[in-house]
């Protein structure tokens, strides 16, 4: 494959990935959250990408890959640095609130780590896979606020 064919590809993945990770946004920004449709493309985005560009560095440095004297490949080590700079952000979307005595955003942070987990598998090529916990991560999101609302509701009517 030429370096253009793998920049095509790479770019290809990355675009999949942030398509899939702002559909899990699209769902966070309906719910009226901090982190919405830009913050879960870029993360995802940026996860493939980073999985992408270490394959390339790795080819480039390495010859016949991952088994030169010159570098060694470790690749769950870059999937540790995607997940510790996400879940930097995912920290910034957590507090505690005043009033309420409760903690909001841990959702939000969970749904950023799983859009990031998302842009790895597409980079990975784990098309179907990407696809499949995307689904899975926008019926969840759906499903418990609809079922939290009508816990609250049914709070409400009990106290009411």
Not at 126 to 138: E, G, P, S, Y
Request: hydrophobic share 50%; aromatic share 8%.
């Amino acid at each position: 494959m030429s370096s253009w064919q793998l920049q095509l590809a790479i770019l290809a993945e990355v675009f999949l990935a942030m398509v899939l990770g702002g559909s899990i946004g699209i769902e966070r920004a309906t719910a009226n959250k901090s982190a919405g449709f830009r913050t879960h493309s870029l993360v995802a985005g940026a996860a493939a990408l980073l999985v992408g560009v270490s394959d390339v560095l790795l080819y480039r440095f390495s010859p016949d890959m991952y088994t030169t004297d010159l570098i060694r490949s470790d690749p769950i080590r870059v999937i540790q640095a995607i997940i510790a700079g996400i879940s930097f952000l995912g920290a910034g979307t957590i507090f505690k609130h005043p009033r309420k005595q409760h903690v909001e955003g841990l959702t939000t942070a969970a749904s950023l780590l799983f859009s990031g987990a998302i842009g790895i598998c597409v980079a990975l090529r784990q098309f179907m896979l990407a696809v499949a916990v995307t689904l899975l991560t926008v019926v969840v999101l759906r499903s418990v606020d609809f079922i939290e609302r009508w816990i609250k509701q049914s709070d409400d009517d009990a106290e009411g």
